[in-house]
Nanobody
């Protein structure tokens, strides 16, 4: 059974940090494009960062220099280190996986976690 489970969300003040985790079961994360998306209240789901099977990454402009994606393929876990958090980062963060290459469109990802809420107060 393919499953993605996010954890690590919470409430922080502006300028703080959080580390999100996405634990994958049922497949090898090293063979999939792994991505983090987020969805703020009343807004569409947007891409945060993707990491391809060759380790290449692509970040949204809004998080460049503040967020870092990493993965531990031995543990089938993907991480999102978020620093210098801002109230605009408040959203539910989702982990997603795609077997055949990285794309930016959420609808092209077949596997999703349940999401973890990040709340940043000013």
């Amino acid at each position: 059974q393919v499953q993605l489970v996010e954890s690590g969300g919470g409430a922080v003040q502006a300028g703080g940090s959080l580390r999100l985790s996405c634990a994958a079961s049922g497949y090898d994360t090293g063979s999939y494009c792994m991505a983090w998306f987020r969805q703020a209240p009343g807004k569409e789901r947007e891409g945060v960062v993707i990491i391809d099977t060759d380790g290449s990454t692509s970040y949204a402009d809004s998080v460049k220099g503040r967020f870092t994606i990493s993965q531990d393929n031995a543990q089938n876990t993907v991480y999102l280190q978020m620093n210098s958090l801002q109230p605009a980062d408040t959203a539910v963060y989702f982990c997603a996986a795609r077997r055949w290459g990285c794309v930016e469109t959420p609808s092209q990802y077949s596997d999703w976690g349940q999401g973890t809420l990040v709340t940043v107060s000013s």
